[in-house]
């Protein structure tokens, strides 16, 4: 079989690219778990490949029948995130990474994906030795959102979720700041409380973040790092040292789904460590379920 991989890096959104990038979506659909970050980048910047948020170039493999195998991109931040499920000899993801890379024209920051994938890909492209920050095995979890079981503090009115407010944001960003350090292995410097403050600012134009409150007061806090129309991708969630052991994320988190739920989410996907006890418990009672392994890799320089 053989393997033809073309590579798309737009200035602009146009007719034939937005085709294109359906075409693409529909591929991802059918991996849709672990293809969240491409899905939702995809939906929100087409195949503009540019220096703002969401935007990349896209390397896609496809068959001689015109079907496609494999996509992975480059986002603006360096990230190469991969979806490369075949197993065809002719197709791997080292491949269609350097197409990727080649195409997107900026140096790579790290890699996200399914593990084995991002291993091939980080091979491939010489960087096995290149010192990382973070460099995670993680577990896919998944959970369809009418099986979610809902905690009982959060049925019964003792903890509530919504999203920030506007005077609130200070101290998301602290947060914010404080997991880059804690779950992404970042230093505190004046960039990461830049990017960290864009980002809340961004989730909370999004409508993509929510904070638990007990007796009106903030006490844990997750976000939708990815979204389609109707599946959402957990991330960022976060809870103060002192707070912990308190169930508080657990209740973010399914408060947050609830949310989602009431406006047409039918799915939710998160990964996290495959050490991360806690975490993994907490997801597990909530009503997800593994469903595959993921990778974040993220270099030191």
Not at 108 to 133: C, S
Not at 138 to 153: C, G, K, M, R, T
């Amino acid at each position: 079989m053989v393997i033809e991989i073309d590579t798309y890096a737009a200035s602009e959104r146009t007719d034939a690219s937005a085709a294109t990038a359906a075409a693409i979506d529909t591929f991802l659909a059918r991996h849709g778990d672990s293809s969240m970050f491409l899905r939702s980048n995809l939906a929100r910047s087409g195949l503009v490949n540019g220096d703002q948020p969401f935007q990349g170039a896209y390397a896609v493999a496809r068959n001689e029948a015109g079907e496609i195998r494999g996509v992975v991109a480059q986002y603006w931040s360096g990230l190469v995130v991969l979806q490369v499920p075949s197993t065809d000899p002719e197709l791997d993801s080292a491949r269609l990474a350097q197409a990727a890379v080649d195409a997107g024209g900026r140096p790579v920051r790290g890699f996200a994906g399914p593990r084995a994938q991002v291993l091939a890909a980080r091979a491939a492209l010489g960087m096995e030795e290149r010192k990382t920050r973070l460099d995670s095995a993680e577990e896919l979890y998944a959970v369809d959102l009418d099986e979610l079981q809902v905690p009982d503090p959060l049925k019964r009115g003792v903890v509530t979720c919504r999203q920030p407010l506007e005077s609130e944001l200070n101290l998301l960003i602290e947060w914010r700041v404080a997991y880059a350090i804690d779950q992404l292995g970042a230093e505190d410097t004046p960039a990461l409380r830049r990017q960290a403050k864009e980002e809340i600012q961004r989730y909370c134009a999004d409508g993509h973040n929510w904070v638990l409150l007990r007796e009106d007061k903030p006490v844990a806090y997750a976000a939708f790092n990815a979204v389609t129309d109707d599946m959402v991708q957990i991330g960022g969630v976060w809870t103060p040292p002192l707070l912990r052991s308190n169930g508080f994320a657990r209740y973010c988190v399914a408060g947050a789904l609830q949310a989602a739920h009431e406006k047409g989410v039918r799915r939710a996907v998160l990964f996290t460590g495959r050490s991360n006890w806690p975490a993994l418990r907490a997801y597990v009672s909530l009503g997800f379920k593994k469903v595959g392994d993921y990778s974040l890799v993220l270099f030191a320089d």
